[in-house]
T-cell receptor
Framework: DGGITQSPKYLFRKEGQNVTLSCEQNLNHDAMYWYRQDPGQGLRLIYYSQIVNDFQKGDIAEGYSVSREKKESFPLTVTSAQKNPTAFYLC????????????FGSGTRLTVV | GQNIDQPTEMTATEGAIVQINCTYQTSGFNGLFWYQQHAGEAPTFLSYNVLDGLEEKGRFSSFLSRSKGYSYLLLKELQMKDSASYLCAALHFNKFYFGSGTKLNVKP
């Protein structure tokens, strides 16, 4: 079955460390997205990519980095520059310019310890 | 953002009907989506409106008025498992903007 897989489900980071969240999809979707979700707030867009080897900053890109070397993969690195990284991170994919919305991964909960 | 507004929390009784409203800015609007999200899980797609009117899918219906920048999600015959957050998402210029979600509490 096709789908979108995020790993790990839970991740703990020490102050000053970089961590990378994995997102893989086998839906043959062109576009992939990273969102951050905090309690009581809507999903906020971090980065998105419409095509391989290209990506754009979303609304809250500071302290994050991404790469899109393969169509199937869109990893997100949370750098030490991100001052408040504790959140629930959701990866999503869609057919480019589609009206059919997103398919979401199951999420990664990142906690700073 | 695109100022997607929806109520923070609602409570309803099992078997009843509940309507969750959502308003958005109309500039560059391409469609309105509703997602259901249980705590700690990924959002799942419920419905989609691009034209004015009502879309019905079983116990769930969604309505859109493009001129008013208004949508609602209607849930009928509420079940306990419907307790979740419901996210309204507006597609503007091919980018999604999400509301903060409405937490629905279904009580026996």
């Amino acid at each position: 079955d096709g789908g979108i897989t995020q790993s790990p489900k839970y991740l703990f980071r020490k102050e000053g460390q970089n961590v990378t969240l994995s997102c893989e999809q086998n839906l043959n979707h062109d576009a992939m997205y990273w969102y951050r979700q905090d309690p009581g707030q809507g999903l906020r867009l971090i980065y998105y990519s419409q095509i391989v080897n290209d990506f754009q900053k979303g609304d809250i890109a500071e302290g994050y980095s991404v790469s899109r070397e393969k169509k199937e993969s869109f990893p997100l690195t949370v750098t030490s520059a991100q001052k408040n990284p504790t959140a629930f991170y959701l990866c999503a994919s869609s057919i480019r310019d589609s009206d059919y919305g997103y398919t979401f991964g199951s999420g990664t909960r990142l906690t700073v310890v | 953002g695109q100022n997607i507004d929806q109520p923070t929390e609602m409570t309803a009784t099992e078997g009843a009907i509940v309507q969750i409203n959502c308003t958005y800015q109309t500039s560059g609007f391409n469609g309105l989506f509703w997602y259901q999200q249980h705590a700690g899980e990924a959002p799942t797609f419920l419905s989609y409106n691009v034209l004015d009117g009502l879309e019905e899918k079983g116990r769930f219906s969604s309505f859109l008025s493009r001129s008013k920048g208004y949508s609602y999600l209607l849930l009928k015959e509420l079940q306990m498992k419907d307790s979740a957050s419901y996210l309204c998402a507006a597609l503007h210029f091919n980018k999604f903007y999400f509301g903060s979600g409405t937490k629905l509490n279904v009580k026996p």
